[in-house]
């Protein structure tokens, strides 16, 4: 079993950045597959980045240029670095993990097995 926390979300004004935590309750190097999905009220999950072993990261247009996802093993903990960010970002964003590599679908939620609570980021004009 894999527990994902998220923490860092908050209520800015666009523009500026903000950083995501996702902690693991296992050595997340065991994790091939780790990425940031969000949702929006009405919306569908959808994924913003994806982290996968022995392959490039992806990241959805919409943020392309302005997120950042890493992670590190030593410290169970994967990241997400949002800049400039603007009211469209504003949605509940998602922890996801998975011990698939995940090639084929990386930015679909039912690659993923494991989920965190989320952590609300609401960006205002």
């Known amino acids: 079993q894999v527990q994902l926390v998220e923490s860092g979300g908050g209520s800015v004004q666009a523009g500026v950045s903000l950083r995501l935590s996702c902690a693991a309750s296992?050595?997340?190097?065991?994790?091939?597959?780790m990425g940031w999905f969000r949702q929006a009220p009405g919306k569908e999950r959808e994924g913003v980045a994806i982290?996968?072993?022995?392959?490039?990261?992806i990241y959805t247009d919409s943020v392309k240029g302005r997120f950042t996802i890493s992670k590190d093993n030593a410290k169970n903990t994967l990241w997400l670095q949002m800049n400039n960010l603007n009211p469209e970002d504003t949605a509940m964003y998602y922890c996801?993990?998975?011990?698939?590599?995940?090639?084929?679908?990386?930015?679909?939620?039912?690659?993923?097995?494991?989920w965190g609570q989320g952590t609300q980021v609401t960006v205002s004009s």
């Open positions: 982290i996968r072993r022995d392959r490039p990261t």
């Open positions: 296992i050595y997340t190097g065991s994790l091939p597959c």
């Open positions: 996801a993990a998975d011990y698939a590599y995940c090639y084929l679908r990386p930015l679909e939620p039912s690659t993923f097995g494991y």
